[in-house]
């Protein structure tokens, strides 16, 4: 995968699968710690034993399209690669989390690349699930709680067109001005 925000969608795909009805995105980048954080956690099934043990196995997937499993394995190799790593709980009935952790400056490291559009991706093509992003940079904190923006929306649906472009929007704005500060 060419950046970042490809290993987000791809993971929480996964939970998406796993029947979670709320998924929180956690990104944080802080250039003084040298470090840049992703986190997914979801409220899904969670991963049986014998899932849990075998996640960083290409070989082994639960899909029946296909015989390996390439998400966690990849998003574990593109934060080893960059002097981080990757920690993966699961509790059956309860929910997943990765946390994957990768030296900022490395040159190696993949961008984050577009991350409002995979937020809107998500969002649109999952209407009923509750999607939390939380990106902080440099100290910078921006949240996006959907199940919010569903109690304003009084009934309209959040995958419409103009919801849509409002919550990409905002997303854009504060990643514009993020970019823009200097702690």
């Known amino acids: 995968m060419e950046d970042l925000s490809l290993h987000i969608l791809d993971i929480v795909e996964n939970s998406i699968t796993a029947g979670a009805g ?8 802080d250039s003084k710690e040298n470090l840049l954080l992703i986190q997914i956690s979801d409220n899904g099934r969670g991963m049986e034993k014998e899932m849990f043990e075998n996640a960083l196995d290409p070989f082994h997937t639960t899909r029946t399209t296909r015989k390996v ?34 030296q900022h400056n490395h040159i190696d490291r993949k961008p984050l690349g577009n991350i409002e559009d995979t937020m809107i991706v998500l969002i649109a093509s999952n ?22 923006i569903k109690k304003e929306l009084d009934g309209v649906p959040i995958n419409t067109p103009e919801v849509i472009k409002i919550i990409k929007d905002d997303i854009s704005a504060w990643l514009n001005q993020a970019d823009n500060m200097i702690e």
């Open 22 to 29: 709320r998924i929180k995105i956690t990104i944080r980048e």
């Open 127 to 148: 209407p009923d699930i509750d999607f939390i992003l939380e990106h902080e940079k440099n100290k910078n904190k921006y949240l996006l709680d959907t199940s919010d």
């Open 69 to 102: 499993g390439l998400g966690i394995p990849f998003l574990a190799q593109a934060a080893r690669e960059c002097n981080g790593d990757i920690q993966i709980t699961s509790e059956e009935g309860k929910g997943s989390s990765i946390t994957a952790t990768f």
